[in-house]
């Protein structure tokens, strides 16, 4: 039996920014009317966390429990949640939180990855901007920010603000070990996925090219050619990454290494330019590259992190006679609600083969799963809870 407060778990605790994930017991305050109880099955791993880990996003408190791709089962609803249907006993998968009010313009529109809260609810917390608001302390007493992405899943348990929470849907077929390749659906593969669907909008006939196949380019590669586009270029500068992208269906392949002039070589393939191009780097030289290689009206969005401060040099007068965008996006644009179980039901359908994408890891492994992560070895690596 779970107690009603007090609830004893065990979760990663980063200390403070630098510090290492280290497993530790925690304490889980009472589930509000507005919050729900999830027993994590499984966590994915994202460089967000890492990002936060190392205290570059300088938004809530230290110590802090981190992850924001997890997956698992309702273990107690709160007597408020707008889903009714919510119970103990279902599969559910954790996305980004948004405010979800009328009021919102983006929130309204099901546009939710631009809510006007998007980093005070995801960064600091979804209680509120202090760790003392959240649900989380050591079993002394002293607070622990959580909720971070409403969710902090790295714990085997967690107190989930609802509008994080997505439910599978009823008759979807996803079970408990279709999660360990799934969690990611949250942020990585959305992310990827969202930026496809709700704001390139590539056309079957439209050039397509993805910077950087990690978890996120791969899933908008995928996204892409579930929608039927016929030309995909992946661009990578890790030989393994780029036969993976082949295999998963990239029609041409470049591999920076080997390209001295990122533009040049996308104008090769493509002379009239590139409808659609998506950055998944953050690398100032392959944005400038890429905003070269547009084609006219086409469009580069940006979901890598660039460092704070770096800027782009664009011939702005070119952008604007060749009708060309340049957006930035956050978490694809989505509404997870929406999105999740639209992927689940393409990978169901075997068109979001994201299985080729991950490795399965025991927490005891945790500090080997995220140096893969971090030196790319390993494209998603994914936390199994039962192995603890
Ligand atoms: N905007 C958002 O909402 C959002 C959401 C999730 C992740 N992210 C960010 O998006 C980025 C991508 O996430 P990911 O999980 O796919 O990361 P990742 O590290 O797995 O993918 C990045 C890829 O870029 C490649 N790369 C790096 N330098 C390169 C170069 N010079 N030339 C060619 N390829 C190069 C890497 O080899 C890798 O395959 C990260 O910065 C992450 O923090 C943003
Ligand atoms: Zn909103
Ligand atoms: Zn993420």
């Known amino acids: 039996m779970i107690p009603e407060k007090q609830i004893p778990t065990t979760a990663f605790v980063v200390e403070k920014p630098g510090a290492p994930f280290v497993l530790q017991d925690i304490i ?36 802090a429990v981190l992850g924001h791709e997890g997956a698992g089962i309702v273990r107690r609803v709160g007597s408020n949640v ?52 959240s649900p989380i302390s050591f079993p002394g007493g002293s607070s622990i920010r959580g909720q971070f992405f409403g969710q902090s899943s790295m714990s085997k348990l967690a107190v989930v603000d609802e509008r994080s929470v997505v439910k599978a849907p009823p008759g979807c077929g996803v079970t408990v070990e279709d999660m360990a390749v799934l969690a990611p659906l949250g942020c990585g593969y959305l992310t990827g996925a969202g930026t ?53 269906g990239a029609s041409h392949t470049l591999n920076t290494k080997s390209v001295s002039d990122l533009a040049q070589g996308l104008l090769d393939i493509f002379p009239d330019g590139v409808d659609c191009i998506l950055d998944t780097t953050g690398v100032v030289p392959l ?11 086409g469009t580069l969005a940006i979901v890598g992190v660039a ?19 340049v957006v930035g996006v956050i978490e694809g644009c989505a509404n997870p609600a929406m999105i999740v179980p639209q992927l689940i039901d393409l990978y169901k359908q075997g068109k979001f083969p994201v299985d080729k994408l991950a490795k399965i890891y025991a927490p005891a492994d945790f500090e080997q799963a995220m ?3 971090h030196s790319g070895s390993i494209i998603k690596p994914i936390i199994k809870w039962a192995d603890l």
């Open 371 to 373: 140096a893969d992560l």
């Open 82 to 133: 707008k889903d009714k249907s919510l119970q103990e006993g279902d599969l559910v998968f954790l996305s980004f939180s948004s405010c979800h009010e009328e009021s919102c313009s983006p929130c309204s529109k099901g546009r939710n990855g631009f809510c006007d809260q998007m980093t005070s609810i995801n960064f600091a917390g979804a209680r509120g901007l202090t760790a003392a608001e």
């Open 307 to 325: 460092r704070a401060g770096s800027s782009l040099k664009i011939d702005l007068l070119k952008l604007m006679m060749g009708c060309q965008r």
């Open 196 to 248: 496809v669907f709700n704001v390139l909008k590539p056309t079957p006939k439209n050039s397509f090219a993805v910077i950087g196949m990690g978890a996120v380019g791969v899933a908008a590669m995928l996204a892409a050619r579930s929608q039927g586009v016929e030309t995909v270029i992946a661009v990578d500068i890790v030989d393994a990454k780029i036969e993976l992208a082949k295999s998963l």
């Open 287 to 297: 944005l400038e590259a890429a905003v070269k290689a547009l084609g006219h009206e």
């Open 28 to 63: 889980l305050d009472e589930v509000r009317a507005n919050e729900v109880l999830v027993e994590m099955k499984y966590t994915g791993l994202c460089h967000t966390d890492i990002v936060v880990q190392q205290g570059a996003i300088p938004v809530g408190d230290y110590p």
